[in-house]
């Protein structure tokens, strides 16, 4: 990463020269052709007022010495003198752009290039009181003549430059990414390390995801090895069982005994194994399809579901309420229901009531699962959605609770957005209540 931050700085700093030189290059042709125009602008001033036929020998060499051409202009066009050439072999000069602007405005101006692009030759025209026009010439060097002059001096400049950016590049590149290094070392407590201002709300981001990947890390580990827990134990009481009868020390009620054994530990492995499957489809379900379902037919199919379980229980099941409608996935909805219904049924005591009611309440559509059971405590009732935790473990194990049901309950409520509510006392009772918002 230092690398590619330092590479990408310096590619900077060199584009950045690069420019500036293209920048200082172009500022100074134009410097240089104000200049050479300015110049000749002086020349054609002075000599409108001198006789330019009768030029003495000693001003003429010196204007040759300076390369200055000087050439007169009938109003017709033709050439009357030319201090570098013989101006009877010249042809018609009424249409070069600068004799002809200067014909109409009184002055014009103009820059050609050379065919071999060496040099370019600027003119400068003065229209004169008879009528005829003065041009000025002179030849200076292009843009490109420029730049090879000045370029050995820019090549230093800019080697000088590059030498004294790379140190810095390097030490801004340290700094910057110093902060990001110390967060990498230690992502437990990256929120203790000052980071600049502009990384926070990454830094943040950053060390949320950290945190929950840590945490889905933990709750992937309990989870495998409540699992595995969960499933060694009937397959255990199974197996056992099995080699007993195999043996054949099982005879007459022995066998009976032995086969409703592994009759209840089959039965509950298969529960806690179509409760694993159910509650790892509804972690990577993509996407769930919502439809308008009626809650009380819902309420209604899961109590007459559930009436045998209730009455091997001993527990009276009932529903109230009305028909009431909401949007959600209809599968999930009587997932929860059962769920809330089965949980309050194996938790219940001698003759206990388990109450299901379907209603309205401040415009929200409400369902509601009250019992007579054996209560949660308070510091019980914030765990009881955890997946394989439970309240009571021996009880647990005797009415074939696998600890699933309500992290269900809990993953379809979320799916829903809706709010759940827990109000519990040891020895009372339960009630939890979905608010669907």
Partial sequence: MKKKINAKMMQMVALTLLLTVCALLVIVYHLLQEQVIDDLKGYANILQNSDILQLEEKEADLLKSDKIRITLVNADGSVIYDNMTDYREMENHKNRPEIAQAMETGEGQTVRISNTFSHNT??????????????????????????????????????????????????????????????????????????????????????????????????????????????????????????????????GD??????????????????????????????????????????????????DMLAMSAQQHHVSLQLEGEKCYVYGNKQMLEDLIYNLCDNAIRYNVENGLVCVTVGEEDDNVFLSVRDTGIGISKENQERVFERFYRVDKSRSKQTGGTGLGLAIVKHIVAEHHAKLDIKSKEGKGTEIKVTFV
């Fill in 122 to 251: 600027y003119y400068y025209a003065l229209r004169l009181e008879d009528g005829s026009v003065l041009r000025v010439s002179k030849d200076a060097g292009n843009v490109l003549q420029v730049l090879l002059r000045s370029l050995p001096l820019l090549l230093v400049v800019c080697a000088f430059l590059l030498i004294i950016c790379a140190p810095i590049s390097l030490l801004l590149t340290r700094h910057l990414v110093e902060p990001i290094e110390q967060m990498a070392q230690d992502m437990d407590h990256m929120d203790t390390i000052p980071v600049y201002e502009e990384l926070e709300p990454f830094v943040k981001t950053i060390h949320t995801q950290h945190q929950d990947i840590m945490k889905n890390a933990n709750m992937r580990q309990e989870f495998t090895a409540n699992v595995s827990h969960e499933l060694k134990t009937p397959l255990t009481s199974i197996s056992g069982y099995a080699e007993l009868i195999e043996n054949g020390m099982a005879s």
């Fill in 254 to 303: 022995d066998t009976i005994r032995f086969a409703k054994e592994i009759h209840k530990s089959a039965n509950r492995l298969l529960t806690l194994i179509n409760d694993i499957i159910r509650l790892s489809q509804l972690d990577s379900t993509p996407e769930t399809t919502f439809e308008k379902v009626d809650l009380y037919e819902a309420a209604q199919v899961n109590v």
